[in-house]
């Protein structure tokens, strides 16, 4: 029968580090329908548990994952920041992970503080805040709040598929919507057209921006990329409806990855343009604390002629580092191939007329 080895945590390991000591990869049956390859333990947790058959397989009787959802008991719904190099100080979450899969999401690291997992628990032991709607409300009468635009989006997709059953973002919207308060949304579902109605209202009166992520063209790229995400037409599709209803809207290249989409950026815009929108930006790939050796896991398993390749060019687009979180740096990186990067898609939005008004 299978075990679980608690193990001592290794050193992070350098690019050049073969898979299998980057932690365990869980059998492709078990996690089909998932972004990342492992379900590595948060970099808070003191030991390293790995599955392993022990010669009487009993791996092949785990059961795959499922999604579950808790309630998060929280007591306060805006979050607030200081961060220069961002365009707003205040955000709401109404869930804690994202069943989308994403591999590249730089939020994954934050599933340690719940002492979860980065990896595969992060995108199925999902945590949801009913009460967020009546918290908002709360916060927004406070007399001494001061409005400004609340961005929802930022950390996990507030349309997710949990979204359909649990409708928070759509009442965070409702109390939005009768207090007058603006906000900006970034997603990459196609279910932000569910709620067309309110953020026509909205946007009638300038309280709502709409940014969709359109990350590839490519469908089988989506596909082991964000596998539970929008299909790469239906994210163009919502992008065309929305500003049919006259929702101020706009696209993201988000993230650029060198040499697996970033030879996509102009074709990209093009499609953007054919929807009507002409305002778009992009972000550089990000890989904080586990989310280095996650996206490696899943570079070997997909792309494995290209692994030293991908991960080199990430390296010298961030001062030869996996990751440079200093501010005005870390979204776009720095070096030769990140200017590169950002010219390509400064000439292509030029040549398609993007971003000449304010959106």
């Known amino acids: 029968m299978s075990r679980s080895s608690a193990l001592r945590r290794p050193p992070a390991p350098l690019p050049s580090t073969p898979a299998g000591e980057m932690g365990a990869a869980v059998d492709r049956d078990r996690r089909r329908g998932r972004g990342t390859a492992s379900n590595a333990s948060g970099r808070y947790e003191p030991l390293a548990r790995v599955a392993f058959d022990d010669g009487w397989q009993g791996l ?113 919207l409702e109390v939005l919507d009768r207090a007058g308060h603006p906000v900006g949304i970034v997603t990459k579902s196609a279910l932000v057209l569910r709620d067309l109605d309110i953020l026509t209202r909205m946007a009638k009166r300038d309280l709502v921006k709409v940014a969709i992520s359109v990350t590839t063209l490519d469908s089988k790229l989506a596909r082991v990329m964000e596998p539970r995400a929008a299909t790469p037409p239906r994210r163009l599709g919502a992008l065309r409806e929305l500003v049919k ?34 305002h778009a930006g992009y972000v550089l790939l990000r890989l904080p604390l586990e ?55 400064e000439v292509a939005s030029e040549r398609l007329g993007f971003n000449l008004t304010s959106v």
């Open 60 to 172: 092949e009787q785990l059961p795959p994952f499922k999604t579950t959802v808790t309630a998060d008991a929280t007591r306060k719904i805006i979050t607030r920041n200081d961060s220069p190099d961002i365009s707003f100080d205040r955000s709401i979450n109404p869930y804690r992970g994202c069943e989308h899969g994403c591999v590249y999401c730089f939020a994954r690291p934050t599933h340690a503080y719940l002492g979860l997992s980065p990896g595969l628990d992060f995108e199925s032991k999902l945590f949801m805040k009913p009460n967020a709607p009546d918290l908002l409300e709360r916060e927004l009468s406070a007399p001494d709040y001061s409005p400004k635009t609340i961005a929802i989006g930022t950390n996990t997709d507030p349309y997710q598929p949990i979204e359909r059953r649990y409708q928070i973002m759509r009442r965070i």
């Open 245 to 278: 209803a006259g929702v101020p809207s706009s696209a993201l290249v988000a993230p650029v990855i060198p040499a697996i989409n970033d030879a996509e950026i102009e074709r990209i815009l093009e499609a953007v343009a054919e929807t009507g929108v002409r």
């Open 291 to 345: 989310l280095k050796d996650l996206f490696r896991q899943w570079l070997i398993e997909n792309f494995p002629d290209r692994y030293r390749h991908v991960i080199n060019l990430i390296r010298e687009t961030h001062g030869g580092k996996d990751y440079d979180s200093s501010w005005g740096k870390r979204m776009s990186g720095s070096g030769p191939i990140a200017w590169m990067i950002g010219r390509r898609f």
